[in-house]
């Protein structure tokens, strides 16, 4: 009886890393956060890499252009999406993959001069095309950054 106690409670603890939840899928992007103005934290939009000359991201009715050539530093990062404690991770990485964020830093200098940042998370797929264009985009970089996923002027 304390095992089945043992592997019922094991289980309703994991269960919300089974859970379904809206990810980030095909080319959709979320803003997460910065200092870009008039975009709300977790606004879903898409990025627009036409332009040779700028980056945008359009969300809703609002609009971020950043120039390539303002862009004071570029890199990307991969999370967990669930932090779970050692003996749910276990058991979870038994039975699925966990589950990874793909979040892309951007800060650049907007048209007074001043430092802007953007965080935006994107899909698994799509990752890794945008950092492509983008890091090619970016006039001379100068140096990579310490962790070696991005570039920094």
């Known amino acids: 009886m304390k095992k089945l106690a043992a592997v019922l409670l094991m289980f309703a603890f994991t269960l919300p890393a089974f859970a379904s939840f809206d990810w980030i899928e095909g080319t959709d992007v979320r803003y997460v956060g910065g200092s870009a103005q008039g975009i709300p934290a977790d606004a879903i939009g898409k990025i627009d890499l036409t332009s040779a000359n700028d980056l ?3 969300a809703s009715n609002t609009k971020v252009t950043i120039p390539y050539a303002s862009i004071t530093s570029f890199y ?3 999370d967990v ?3 779970l404690g050692f003996l749910a991770a276990t058991a979870v990485s038994l039975l699925k993959a966990r589950r990874q964020q793909h979040f ?3 800060s ?3 048209s007074n001069g001043a430092i802007q940042s953007v965080l935006l998370e994107v899909s698994k797929d799509a990752q890794s095309a945008l950092r492509t ?3 090619a985009r970016i006039p001379k970089p100068t140096k990579r950054m310490p962790c070696g996923c ?3 002027r």
């Open 56 to 58: 945008v991201f359009a």
């Open 76 to 78: 990307y990062t991969e």
């Open 81 to 83: 999406a669930h932090h």
């Open 104 to 106: 892309l830093h951007i």
């Open 108 to 110: 650049y200098r907007d």
């Open 133 to 135: 264009t983008i890091e």
């Open 150 to 152: 991005g570039v920094e």
